[in-house]
């Protein structure tokens, strides 16, 4: 305990230092937490922010992660404004044409002659869409018997037509009903309880248990071939991979409030027949992680979750740049100063964009030449830089140094992109999707979505 002035006030100053430095901790994490709810999800940096810069000649357009337009640098021009499409280019080439042509009401002119056609005039061209319709099939198969032998035997041998079997056993869908069914839900993102007015207003009275139960079966019927896939996946050398948290409300030995996760695999984008399997899993454990992966040997790009460690030695491992960009980005937007880490890694993309038509052995000579000398400049500046480890760059040197050997390895093979951005835009989708069906109500319908 402080007995003189001398160390009450030394206790004192640091405990005030310490609350400084609490205090600019919940800052910077109040300013993250209000741009994150508040201001553009976009991981591009302002060109009219340069000056922020040291050197103004540094690239500070970001690495497109999803779908945003890039903009122009001051230092370059503005891109050309699109021409307005064409009518020739908004129409499929294959759309099929029916041509009408307009007769005159009364074939005289105004003195009452006999007119002479001499051709047609265009006036417009014209969109039209037929809606769906639905019939009801009556299937019946004729009955026979053979008469001859009911003499000889004295039984009757009565035979019936072959009719095809249907799609789901005592039920009315069919193939083209259940693909307008599933097309609403995955392609449109109309959840299946959606449905059933459009259904009811089309004559067919069904309920969100039979289509669910619809939608069930029908992934067990093709599992074959989603089973064929994940052989035809697993057979490659390079794969991307990513997960997202899912709700399942009846899943046994957990509460309606837990997370179960959504995964995917995928090829690399150079592949010739490329292949995206989403899987189902009621953990994040690294357990799944290992039997998603079972009889891969090859190289697999993912992120930093711990899960992925337990692959072992069997795979290798590749990081991805763009997750570590991303933390350095979110600390350039709370302290509007842009890192030297930041300007290299934003160099690094720069060049990976000007390589991306380059073969992969190309494409890894100019890693070698090229790229290498600014992941070591990259790497020397995250073992000197002085910051606090809680604060967003504190956090982001702590993600990149975790990562370190596992990005290095991009160094390695030019088949592997810089970042694992396809496998999350296809993560994206399903995340869009989940908007509007965000759970679902068993197991066996988390795997149908999937599927």
């Known amino acids: ?13 640091e405990q005030n230092a310490k609350l400084i430095q609490q205090i600019q901790q919940l800052t910077d994490q109040v300013a993250y937490l209000t741009h994150q709810r508040y201001s553009s999800r976009s991981e591009q940096i302002n060109p009219g922010q340069t ?45 099929p044409v029916k041509t009408t042509v307009v007769s005159k009401t009364d074939e005289h002119c105004e003195h009452g002659h006999e007119l002479k056609l001499v051709g047609t005039h265009f006036v417009r061209e014209a969109v039209h869409r037929i809606p769906g319709r639905l019939f009801v099939e009556k299937i019946y198969e004729k009955t026979y018997k053979c008469s001859t032998c009911e003499l000889e035997d004295g039984c009757s041998h009565i035979y019936r037509g072959n009719a095809p079997k249907a799609l789901i056993a005592h039920s009315i869908a069919t193939p083209s009903l259940i693909a307008s069914i599933l097309h609403q839900k995955y392609i449109l993102g109309t959840p299946l309880y959606r449905q059933l007015k459009d259904w ?31 052989s035809h996946l697993m057979s490659q050398g390079f794969l991307q991979g990513d997960e997202t948290p899912y709700q399942v409300l009846q899943e046994p030995g957990k509460s309606a ?34 039997s998603l ?23 290798t491992r590749v990081g991805c740049w763009a997750h570590v960009r991303r933390k350095f980005f979110d600390d350039f937007k709370n302290t509007k100063k842009m890192t030297l880490g930041l300007k290299l890694l934003n160099q690094m993309f720069e060049l990976e ?3 991306a038509g380059l073969d992969s052995a190309s494409r890894i000579e100019k890693r070698q030449v090229v790229l290498k000398p600014l992941i070591e400049h990259f790497w020397k500046w995250c073992d000197h830089v002085d910051t606090l480890p809680k604060d967003r760059l504190g956090k982001a040197l702590a993600y990149a140094q975790g990562q370190r050997v596992a990005l290095n390895r991009t160094l390695e093979f030019g088949e592997i992109d810089l970042s694992n951005n396809a496998s999350e835009r296809n993560m994206k989708s399903y995340v869009i999707g989940r908007k509007t069906w965000p759970f679902s109500t068993s197991p066996k319908g988390a795997a149908a979505n999937a599927i």
């Open 1 to 13: 305990m402080a007995t003189t002035t001398e160390e009450l006030l030394k206790q004192a100053l």
């Open 51 to 95: 000056s922020l810069l040291d050197d103004e000649g540094v690239f500070t357009n970001p690495e497109q992660t999803g779908q945003q337009s890039e903009a122009a640098t001051d230092d370059e021009p503005l891109p050309p404004r699109k021409s307005k499409s064409t009518r020739q280019q908004l129409l499929a080439n294959d759309l």
């Open 200 to 230: 009811q207003r089309a004559g067919v009275l069904l309920s969100e248990t039979t289509i669910s139960n619809w939608v069930i079966k029908c992934a067990e019927l093709v599992k074959p071939v989603y089973d064929l896939m994940r």
């Open 257 to 290: 409030q837990s997370k179960s996760y959504i995964w995917v695999a995928r090829s690399i984008t150079r592949c010739e027949m490329p292949v995206v399997m989403y899987a189902y899993a009621n953990t994040r454990s690294g357990k799944f992680a290992q």
């Open 293 to 315: 992966y079972s009889g891969f040997p090859g190289v697999l790009q993912c992120d930093g979750y711990a899960g992925y460690n337990l692959l072992g030695d069997s795979i």
């Open 353 to 355: 964009r000007d390589w």
